[in-house]
């Protein structure tokens, strides 16, 4: 219940190109969806985070998509620079209660020059 | 925003002993977590610090293992004790200032490496 799957574990794009990672959540109390991109030797930012009451949002080059019914989300990089080269964390909390954060598994993510 | 150090950064420790990672914000924060990140893996809650009481840990850690303290309202520490090589991970504590949404924070983390 408590999970939060993500894949795929790693992927390659070439400079310009579009990389999607997927998330599914079991546990439908959560409500709060953020992504963490991770640097190496760094900890997690916050990329760009979402609320089920809408199914898409975007930041500069990075949205989200949610879809409630599906229990997924994912997150779409336009014009995807070799600097996005890291780690993609989802994760999932319920803001009403401890705020725990849940994490995926995690994305390295290549974007080739 | 929270800006917050971490100490050590990094370590090698010797197995059977103890350290002390500490947590220091540059503003109070409502909540305080710890977390671990075992080489190339996820992110792992050990537990939330709570201030002024017993920290509250999550399935598979344990207090003996992992003592806590929050003393007040911007610093936290984390023990890891007795360590053992897969004791070997990234210790990162995280904050939620309460301020500025819902947003969570990390540190950069301390990295243990026990031989």
């Known amino acids: 219940q408590q999970q939060v799957k993500q894949s795929p574990q790693s992927l390659i794009v070439q400079k310009g190109g579009i990389p999607i990672i997927n998330c599914a959540y079991e546990?439908?109390?959560?409500?709060?969806f953020p992504w963490y991109q991770q640097f190496p030797g760094k900890g997690p930012a916050l990329l760009i985070a979402?609320?089920?009451?809408?199914s898409e949002k975007k930041e500069g080059r990075f949205t989200i998509s949610f879809n409630k019914s599906a229990k997924q989300f994912s997150l779409h990089i336009m014009d995807s620079q070799p600097g996005d080269s890291a780690t993609y964390f989802c994760?999932?909390?319920?803001?009403?209660?401890?705020?725990?954060?849940?994490f995926g598994q995690g994305t390295r993510l290549t974007i080739n020059p | 925003s929270a800006v917050i150090s971490q100490k050590p950064s990094r370590d090698i420790c010797q197995r059977g002993t103890s350290l002390t990672i500490q947590c220091q914000v540059d503003?109070?924060?409502?909540?305080m977590f710890w977390y671990r990140q075992q080489p190339g893996q996820s992110l792992t809650l050990i537990a939330t610090?709570?201030?002024?009481?017993?920290?509250?840990?999550e399935s598979g850690f344990v207090i003996d293992k992992f003592p806590i303290s929050r003393p007040n309202l911007t610093f936290s520490t984390l023990t890891v004790s007795n360590m053992s090589p897969e004791d070997s991970s990234i210790y990162l504590c995280?904050?939620?200032?309460?301020?500025?949404?819902?947003?969570?924070?990390f540190g950069e983390g301390s990295w243990l490496t026990v031989v």
């Open positions: 995280s904050v939620l200032p309460g301020s500025s949404g819902n947003t969570i924070y």
């Open positions: 546990n439908t109390a959560f409500d709060y």
């Open positions: 979402i609320r089920p009451d809408v």
């Open positions: 994760a999932a909390s319920m803001l009403s209660g401890a705020q725990k954060l849940v």
């Open positions: 503003s109070q924060v409502t909540m």
């Open positions: 610090a709570n201030q002024g009481s017993e920290a509250t840990y």
